[in-house]
């Protein structure tokens, strides 16, 4: 009977790790900026949801790692708060205001990313990439 009870609890201790583990993802994405203050701004940003565990910048690779819920958040989500305040990545544009708005050491060069964006497209606006 003893090994039934410590049989079980074993089991449910593995099924509550696995679940709530298999709930935080992570991913990597490009994000263009170039200094501290990008830096600041940009892990602000993906952090500004509260699904995000951790958001690390690399100023010299230009990538942003973030650990997030999967079961509250997404990607897209994280990476549109990132372009809201100016900083161009993978999936999204930043509006050409909040980039003009960010200081010059901040002003990066900015990818053509033309092509990818809706011809409908309204550059005042956070613009989706396809």
Same mark, same amino acid.
């Given at each position: 009977?003893?090994?039934?009870?410590?049989? @079980?609890?074993?089991?449910?201790?593995?099924?509550?790790?696995?679940?709530?583990?298999?709930?935080?993802?992570?991913? &990597?994405?490009?994000?263009? @900026?170039?200094? @501290?203050? *990008?830096?600041?701004?940009?892990?602000?940003?993906?952090?500004?949801?509260?699904?995000?565990?951790?958001?690390?910048?690399?100023?010299? =690779?230009?990538?942003?790692?973030?650990? #997030?819920?999967?079961?509250?958040?997404? &990607?897209?989500?994280?990476? =549109?708060?990132?372009?809201?305040? @100016?900083?161009?990545?993978?999936?999204?544009?930043?509006?050409? =205001?909040?980039?003009?708005?960010?200081?010059?050491? *901040?002003? #990066?060069?900015?990818?053509?990313?033309?092509?990818?964006?809706?011809?409908?497209?309204?550059? &005042?606006?956070?613009?989706?990439?396809?």
């Amino acid at each position: 009977m003893n090994t039934i009870i410590k049989s @079980g609890f074993l089991f449910l201790s593995i099924f509550l790790f696995s679940n709530f583990s298999a709930q935080t993802k992570s991913f &990597k994405a490009k994000v263009e @900026g170039n200094c @501290g203050m *990008c830096k600041d701004r940009i892990e602000m940003a993906a952090k500004s949801d509260k699904n995000v565990k951790s958001a690390d910048w690399s100023m010299s =690779k230009k990538v942003l790692t973030v650990s #997030y819920d999967a079961s509250k958040t997404d &990607k897209k989500s994280i990476l =549109k708060s990132v372009a809201e305040v @100016g900083h161009d990545n993978e999936m999204f544009r930043a509006s050409d =205001k909040v980039y003009e708005d960010l200081d010059a050491c *901040c002003q #990066y060069d900015r990818p053509d990313n033309s092509k990818k964006m809706a011809k409908n497209a309204d550059t &005042k606006q956070v613009c989706e990439l396809k």
